[in-house]
């Protein structure tokens, strides 16, 4: 079984930062790890996600491209997100997904909660 540890989370005012981290183990092989966020009555959207193997591809969604930055550590199997310049509608529970050789995961999230 893959287990997670997320961190970082928590309430930070408009325009402020959060680093968010998620360390991964249980698996032999990682193929990629990604953040998603919800809010209630809303789907599960992507933020990032970061290819941990071959070219570590990157992408974003558009709501947070040149805000968010994803970047990982393959030793540690840890996977990061900086949020910089942060909105009220980044407010959201956000998990860590990861994509290995025994298949697809979800961390158990965290709040980032983001008032003026």
């Known amino acids: 079984q893959v287990h997670f540890v997320e961190s970082g989370g928590g309430l930070v005012q408009i325009g402020g930062s959060l680093r968010l981290s998620c360390a991964a183990s249980?698996?032999?092989?990682?193929?990629?790890m990604s953040w998603y966020r919800q809010v209630p009555g809303k789907e599960r959207e992507l933020v990032a996600a970061l290819a941990t193997v071959g070219d570590s591809r990157t992408d974003y969604a558009d709501s947070v491209k040149g805000r968010f930055t994803i970047s990982g550590d393959n030793a540690k199997n840890t996977v990061y997100l900086q949020m910089n310049n942060l909105k009220p509608e980044d407010t959201a529970v956000y998990y860590c997904n990861a994509i290995t050789d025994m298949g697809h995961f979800w961390g158990q999230g965290t709040q980032v909660t983001v008032s003026s």
């Open positions: 249980g698996f032999t092989a990682m193929y990629a």
